[in-house]
């Protein structure tokens, strides 16, 4: 089974510090690991993705994540906050089956501080 | 990548009515589809499996007499919440597991709110 826990359900950063939010993962088989991003009222849209090979991934809007299996993380960082980047973070996880079927962390929501 | 079109974006209806939610796969076929629900402040969680030509697959405590999911066609599924109270308002949306990606597409989202 799958299971992701995001730490932190609010961070705040200033504009131009780093963000780093948290994400481990708990499961049985070899993951595929997620960052979404949600707008408000608003879907969900794909930052990056990890599936296999090179565990530093780099996704849109400047934001990457490192696949550490030691640790069962997957932590998303930018060095650079921009006020645009306020939004909610979803950490997910889903297995190899096929099905697809995607595991949510509980959300961070960031925020940048001007 | 897949484009997945949920409609309508907000409804407000009133309790005891039905409301009807659509999700299209724009250009490709979809075989399964996937609702979820989000309340407010908290993460998505998947409500049901839509199967096209099948009975949906419903996740442990997810009424499916008021939760109707048809899927009618391959770029076709609608969940209907039935009888809808204040309790069911609540973020709804639909991802498509598109075979040749490995990651999931998502609608825009349905923001129903049960007055």
């Known amino acids: 089974a799958q299971s992701v826990t995001q730490l932190g359900s609010h961070v705040s950063v200033s504009e131009g510090a780093l963000v780093l939010l948290r994400c481990n993962y708990s499961s049985s088989v070899p993951p595929y690991l997620f960052w979404y991003v949600q707008y408000p009222n608003q879907g969900l849209q794909l930052l990056l993705k990890y599936t296999t090979g090179a565990t530093l991934v780099k996704g849109i809007n400047g934001f990457e994540a490192e696949f550490k299996k030691s640790e069962t993380s997957f932590h998303l960082t930018k060095p650079s906050a921009h006020m645009s980047d306020a939004a909610e973070y979803f950490c997910a996880v889903s297995d190899l089956t096929g099905a697809n079927n995607l595991f949510f962390g509980t959300g961070t929501r960031l925020t940048v501080i001007p | 990548g897949a484009v997945v079109s949920q409609h309508p974006s907000w409804v407000i209806c009133k309790s005891g009515t039905s409301v009807k939610i659509e999700c299209r796969s724009l250009d490709f076929q979809a075989t399964t589809m996937f609702w979820y629900r989000q309340f407010p402040k908290q993460s998505l969680m998947l409500m049901a499996t839509s199967n096209e030509g099948s009975k949906a697959t419903y996740e442990q405590g997810v009424e499916k007499d008021k939760f109707l999911i048809n899927h009618a066609s391959l770029t076709l599924s609608t969940l209907t919440v039935t009888s809808a109270h204040p309790e069911d308002s609540s973020f709804y949306i639909c991802?498509?597991?598109?075979?040749?990606?490995?990651?999931?597409?998502f609608g825009q989202g349905t923001r129903l709110t049960v007055v």
């Open positions: 991802s498509v597991p598109p075979g040749g990606y490995t990651e999931a597409f």
